[in-house]
C-alpha cells in the first residue's frame, strides 16, 4: 500500500474524531457491517499471534434481555453491593494528574446535562445508562480466556483501540465500557459464558444522536511535549 497525504489525514481523522459517545440514535447497523470493523480490527499486533479476543454482539431482544437484567440489580441498593469486579481496572490510590483529570471529565460531563454535584439520584441515572448501552443498536461484550496473562490483556487493547476506529472510518462511534465489569456474573449467565472466560468489558456501538447534549463534551488531552521524553 502506497501512504499518501490523503490517507494519513484520513487515519489522523479517524482516530482524532473518537470519542466517547453517549447517546445514539436507534438506527439499525448491519451484520456485515460489523463484521467489517471486527475484521479490520483483528489486524491488531497480539504476542506470537495469540489474538486473546472474544466478542459478543449484541441487537435487538438480546441486547434488550441483557440490560434489563443488569438494571434491575443495578437500581436495588443491596443486590447491587453483592456484584463486584473481577479486576481492578482504576487505581486503589489516586492522585494527581489522575484524578484531576478524572473529576474534570465527570464534572464538565455533569454539567452539560444540568446534575448538581448533591443529585445523587440524577448520578445514579445517568450511569445507568451505561447498562442500556446508551441507546445504541449494537451492544458488545468483550471477553478474553482466563488462562491469559497481563501481556494479552495489552493486546487486547490495541484491538478495542481497532474497533472504535473502523467504525468511526465508516461514520459510527462508540462508547468502551468498563461499567459492565461489575455485573459479570448476570453476563456470564445470560451470554452463557464458560467457566473459562473473563468479561474485559462492554461498547455501545451506533449513530451519534446529533441533538444530544452530552455529545457536546470534548475531553482534553495533553500535547506529546508534556508526555514525551527524547533522548539522543
Given at each position: 500500500?502506497?501512504?499518501?497525504?490523503?490517507t494519513?489525514a484520513?487515519?489522523?481523522?479517524?482516530?482524532?474524531?473518537?470519542r466517547?459517545v453517549?447517546?445514539?440514535?436507534?438506527?439499525?447497523?448491519?451484520?456485515?457491517t460489523?463484521?467489517?470493523?471486527?475484521?479490520?480490527?483483528?489486524?491488531?499486533?497480539?504476542g506470537?499471534?495469540?489474538?486473546?479476543?472474544?466478542?459478543?454482539?449484541?441487537?435487538?431482544?438480546?441486547?434488550?434481555?441483557l440490560?434489563?437484567?443488569?438494571?434491575?440489580?443495578?437500581?436495588?441498593?443491596?443486590?447491587?453491593?453483592?456484584?463486584?469486579?473481577?479486576?481492578?481496572?482504576?487505581?486503589?490510590e489516586?492522585?494527581?494528574?489522575?484524578?484531576?483529570?478524572?473529576?474534570?471529565?465527570?464534572?464538565?460531563?455533569?454539567?452539560?446535562?444540568?446534575?448538581?454535584?448533591?443529585?445523587?439520584?440524577?448520578?445514579?441515572?445517568?450511569?445507568?445508562?451505561?447498562?442500556?448501552?446508551?441507546?445504541?443498536?449494537?451492544?458488545?461484550?468483550?471477553?478474553?480466556?482466563?488462562?491469559?496473562?497481563?501481556?494479552?490483556?495489552?493486546?487486547?487493547?490495541?484491538?478495542?483501540?481497532?474497533?472504535?476506529?473502523?467504525?468511526?472510518?465508516?461514520?459510527l462511534?462508540?462508547c468502551?465500557q468498563?461499567?459492565?465489569?461489575?455485573?459479570?456474573?448476570?453476563?456470564?449467565a445470560?451470554?452463557?459464558?464458560?467457566?473459562?472466560?473473563?468479561?474485559?468489558?462492554?461498547?455501545?456501538?451506533?449513530?451519534?444522536?446529533p441533538?444530544?447534549?452530552?455529545?457536546?463534551?470534548?475531553?482534553?488531552?495533553?500535547?506529546?511535549?508534556?508526555?514525551?521524553r527524547?533522548?539522543?
Amino acid at each position: 500500500m502506497t501512504i499518501t497525504p490523503e490517507t494519513t489525514a484520513a487515519v489522523d481523522a479517524a482516530i482524532t474524531s473518537r470519542r466517547s459517545v453517549r447517546a445514539f440514535l436507534r438506527t439499525p447497523v448491519p451484520r456485515e457491517t460489523l463484521l467489517e470493523i471486527l475484521d479490520v480490527a483483528a489486524r491488531a499486533p497480539s504476542g506470537t499471534n495469540t489474538q486473546p479476543w472474544k466478542v459478543h454482539v449484541l441487537t435487538g431482544a438480546a441486547k434488550a434481555l441483557l440490560s434489563a437484567k443488569i438494571r434491575a440489580v443495578y437500581d436495588d441498593p443491596e443486590q447491587r453491593a453483592t456484584h463486584a469486579e473481577q479486576y481492578a481496572y482504576y487505581p486503589t490510590e489516586w492522585r494527581s494528574p489522575y484524578v484531576d483529570r478524572r473529576r474534570k471529565v465527570g464534572w464538565d460531563l455533569y454539567t452539560l446535562l444540568g446534575i448538581g454535584r448533591a443529585d445523587k439520584a440524577r448520578m445514579h441515572e445517568q450511569h445507568g445508562r451505561n447498562y442500556d448501552f446508551f441507546g445504541a443498536p449494537v451492544g458488545m461484550i468483550f471477553t478474553i480466556d482466563r488462562v491469559m496473562q497481563q501481556g494479552s490483556w495489552l493486546d487486547y487493547g490495541m484491538f478495542l483501540q481497532n474497533v472504535m476506529i473502523a467504525a468511526r472510518a465508516r461514520g459510527l462511534d462508540t462508547c468502551p465500557q468498563a461499567a459492565f465489569t461489575q455485573f459479570h456474573r448476570i453476563i456470564e449467565a445470560q451470554l452463557g459464558l464458560g467457566g473459562d472466560e473473563m468479561v474485559v468489558c462492554g461498547m455501545s456501538l451506533g449513530h451519534a444522536d446529533p441533538d444530544a447534549v452530552e455529545n457536546r463534551l470534548v475531553t482534553e488531552r495533553e500535547p506529546a511535549r508534556a508526555f514525551a521524553r527524547f533522548l539522543e
